[in-house]
């Protein structure tokens, strides 16, 4: 049990870092726009959670420019996509318990 | 309590991955409708080729002329743009009731997966007709848009994942009795299409 807990990642346990994580496991990389459309949240909400989860370096952050517009790309670190696994892995194992 | 919220955020999870990397507007009925038309289009076609009821062992008497080429070219046509007209029309209006957009990366995504196999099957077709290699032809069709839609499957619903399958073993099978190309056509593009039509719709659209 104490176990399962330790894999119970407290980086992710926020309805918008999770979900940020969902789509970056899924696609190559998103960019703010698309995250924004996808989550429904506001700018600001959005970039305290995206630097949050840098900040433990489980997505990292590449800004471009496309045109003259500032283009910014996350994409999710080997290191978060596992410890995102860990955790999704936890979660079910709680379920299962009780 | 806490596995509730734990069960939620795994839903949650789903439906985001779903979501973000899947375009899940794709209508089933236009599926129908599309089964619908290829199966006027297989009767159409019937009456223009099969003009005598006279067969030479496996093979029917089948009359092409200048003029019927003309009409079975207008024929394949006009299913195809109805057919497309059908699927964009109405996953339109169904993306929109969902309020999800249309034209978005999950969409283009979904296009060109299943453009990939679909295009290259349409380009070594067209080198075989040009050849005169008619009796190949209903068997590709089947078999190239059978694996458009297996590659397409991981972008869309996955029941089109089926309807692929099907298609190739139909296409297969088709190669062994190369009289009934039409046959085959009618039964892969009219029936199927009808049939997970109607599944997908049920699945996914009828509440």
């Known amino acids: 049990m104490k176990n399962i807990i330790q894999n119970i990642n407290k980086a992710f346990d926020h309805r918008i870092r999770l979900g940020i994580m969902s789509i970056l496991m899924v696609n190559e990389s998103a960019d703010f726009n698309l995250l924004k459309e996808l989550l429904g949240v506001t700018d600001g909400n959005l970039a305290s959670h995206t630097k949050a989860l840098e900040s433990e370096s489980y997505i990292s952050i590449e800004k471009q420019f496309i045109g003259k517009k500032p283009n910014t790309r996350y994409i999710a670190t080997k290191d978060g996509k596992k410890a995102f696994k860990e955790h999704i892995e936890a979660l079910e194992k709680l379920i299962q318990k009780s | ?207």
């Open chain 2, 1 to 207: 309590m806490e596995a509730n919220k734990y069960l939620n955020d795994i839903s949650e999870i789903k439906n985001i991955m779903n979501r973000s990397s899947r375009f899940m507007s794709l209508s089933g009925l236009s599926g129908i409708l599309a089964g619908i038309y290829s199966l006027v289009g297989a009767w159409l076609t019937y009456n223009t080729i099969y003009l005598d009821t006279q067969t030479f062992g496996n093979y029917r008497n089948l009359i092409i002329t200048q003029e019927s080429v003309e009409k079975l070219f207008a024929i394949a046509i006009s299913v195809i743009v109805l057919s497309l007209a059908t699927g964009i029309i109405l996953s339109y209006r169904k993306a929109e009731s969902q309020n999800e957009k249309f034209w978005d990366s999950s969409s283009k995504r979904l296009l060109i997966n299943f453009m990939i196999p679909l295009v290259t099957g349409g380009i070594f077709i067209l080198f075989l007709i040009e050849k005169e290699m008619l009796g190949l032809v209903a068997p590709l069709t089947l078999i190239f848009y059978g694996l458009a839609c297996v590659n397409a499957s991981k972008h869309t619903l996955g029941g089109i994942r089926y309807l692929g399958i099907t298609m190739i073993v139909l296409g297969l099978i088709s190669t062994k009795f190369l009289g009934y190309g039409l046959l085959f056509w009618a039964l892969g593009f009219g029936f199927c299409h009808i049939f997970y039509g109607a599944v997908m719709y049920f699945k996914y659209e009828k509440e």
